[in-house]
């Protein structure tokens, strides 16, 4: 049995145990969070967070594409969030590999030239940084006030915050 179908049982397993009820469609906090897909940060556990709270907008690295634009211009338009948080973290793979090195990879393996940007990077407090300022300089979003980067650290389960000069 692959890990998939464990999953599935799990499912059946976990539905059982919860009563039916509809959350709204909003988030309850007012909030939209956009952090790497690292296995190790259950940003749900670590923030505290429930069901119903928040918006979590996860790729390698979190960091801010012309996707993650999109869903944060859904996410406030649509939906009602109005702060972001940012939080990247400790070991993370993107700092691992380097975007020539992982596009000519890709390209040698494949014959084609990846038409996306790689986003590796190696200083991580610049790297919040500079997500902080793709967020706030996005004019696609409404609210752009309230905008915070972290970095998670994955051995203390701590955040620590990451300030900018350029203040909104
Ligand atoms: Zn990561």
Avoid: K, W
Avoid at 40 to 57: E, K, T
Avoid at 85 to 98: E, S
Avoid at 136 to 160: A, I, K, M, N, W
């Amino acid at each position: 049995m692959g890990v998939i179908d464990e999953l599935i049982a799990n499912n059946v397993a976990f539905a059982g145990a919860l009563p039916t009820r509809h959350l709204d469609l909003r988030p309850g906090r007012r909030l939209a969070i956009v952090t790497c897909m690292d296995s190790r940060l259950d940003v749900f556990a670590a923030l505290q967070l429930r069901d119903g709270d928040a918006h979590i907008l996860r790729n390698a690295g979190g960091v801010i594409t012309d996707d993650v634009i999109r869903s944060l211009a859904v996410s406030q338009r649509r939906l009602g969030t109005r702060e972001v948080m940012l939080i990247h973290h400790t070991d993370c793979g993107m700092q691992a590999l380097t975007d020539d090195g992982f596009r000519a990879e890709l390209q040698q393996a494949t014959g084609v030239a990846p038409s996306f940007a790689i986003e590796s990077f190696t200083d991580l407090d610049a790297n919040v940084r500079q997500s902080i300022l793709r967020v706030r300089r996005s004019p696609f979003l409404l609210h752009r006030d309230v905008v915070r980067g972290f970095v998670y650290d994955v051995d203390t389960h701590l955040l620590r915050e990451i300030t900018t000069t350029d203040e909104p």
